[in-house]
């Protein structure tokens, strides 16, 4: 069993997220070039990775949507394969309707590079190895991270257990000031209905060893892994 | 075929706050303009299209539109042809 981790032309967090994925188990990773046109057997997680697509033209999100790989990536993930994207891989994510919503400027109109704090919901796959209602901090680097859906969709999206991860203070509380980008509900990560789909803005790959000065991130990859031993 | 040129504007839904449009719009009253309001920031493409007649240029840019140009999740379009 492997990961494939995809790479668009600006992709620019696909070895940090290649790096994460490949050190905590024996499983390969490999890369899978926008431009193939299908996906190895053997691959259980596809990530796509944080950058800038295409250059963000149009919309972030909106032309990697039609690249050829990701009729594969949808077949993949309609099959039940687990799918994660993290920041310019949530906003193809939503552009391509895997998930619900879309990604618009930040609320500041200022690009966003910080760490935030984030509260986990750990009940999908991929935040099963957090304790729930744990505070984790994540950085973020985004220009349109403010997670917008209608009421309906974010009504669904709160019966269905379906918001991840909430952006918070330290302690772990909702306030105007722990909401970096102006998400609604302050949603920084949701799951699609069946849970094989993970969307979230921050960036857990890169705070995945201390190393780096924190791990907090390495739980989505060990819950991953958990799911695809 | 006949040849049409088509221009499509682009913006958020009337229910989005439209942040660049907020600003442009202090921007505004700065400069003592205070008799202007509800700005709105958009996009605009032009594009030439063959297509056998009006009808058919129309559903094709309607097409594109709703799969491609705009994110109807956001986004409104609308489009002239001649």
Not at chain 1, 26 to 42: F, M
Not at chain 1, 168 to 180: A, C, D, L, W
Not at chain 2, 10 to 15: M, Y
Not at chain 2, 63 to 69: G, S
Request: proline content about 3%; hydrophobic content about 35%.
């Amino acid at each position: 069993m492997s990961y494939g981790v995809i790479v668009f032309p600006g992709s620019n967090c696909d070895h940090d997220a290649y790096n994460t994925a490949g050190k905590l188990s024996s499983a390969d990773v490999r890369y899978i070039w926008h431009k193939e046109s299908s996906i190895p057997s053997d691959v259980k997680c596809i990530i796509i990775p944080g950058g800038f697509s295409y250059g963000d033209y149009l919309r972030c999100g909106a032309v990697a949507r039609f690249s050829s790989v990701m009729n594969e990536v949808i077949n993949f993930a309609k099959k039940g394969g687990l799918l994660i994207g993290i920041c310019n891989g949530f906003q193809i994510l939503t552009e391509c309707g895997l998930l619900p919503g879309a990604l618009l400027r930040n609320k500041s109109l200022n690009f966003l590079c910080r760490d935030t704090y984030l509260k986990v919901n750990n009940s999908s796959v991929f935040t099963s190895q957090y304790g729930e209602g744990d505070v984790i901090r994540i950085p973020i680097a985004h220009g349109e991270g403010n997670y917008y859906a209608d009421d309906n969709t974010l009504k669904s999206l709160q019966d269905n257990n379906l918001i991840a991860f909430t952006y918070v203070t330290e302690n772990g509380e909702e306030s105007s000031g722990s909401n970096p980008n102006g998400s609604a509900l302050s949603i920084a990560g949701i799951t699609n209905k069946q849970g094989n789909v993970l969307g979230m803005m921050p960036h857990p790959e890169r705070y995945s060893e201390e190393l780096l000065g924190c791990s907090d991130g390495l739980g989505v990859f060990e819950s991953i892994n958990l799911a695809i031993s | 075929m006949k040849k049409y040129k088509a221009e499509i504007k682009i913006t958020l839904r009337e229910n989005i706050l439209d942040v660049q449009g907020k600003t442009i719009e202090h921007a505004l009253f700065q400069l003592d303009y205070d008799m202007m309001g509800n700005v709105r920031i958009g996009k605009y493409i032009t594009l030439d299209i063959e297509a056998q007649n009006d009808g058919q240029a129309e559903e094709l840019v309607k097409d594109a539109c709703q799969k491609l140009l705009s994110n109807t999740v956001i986004e409104d379009f609308s489009f002239t042809l001649e």
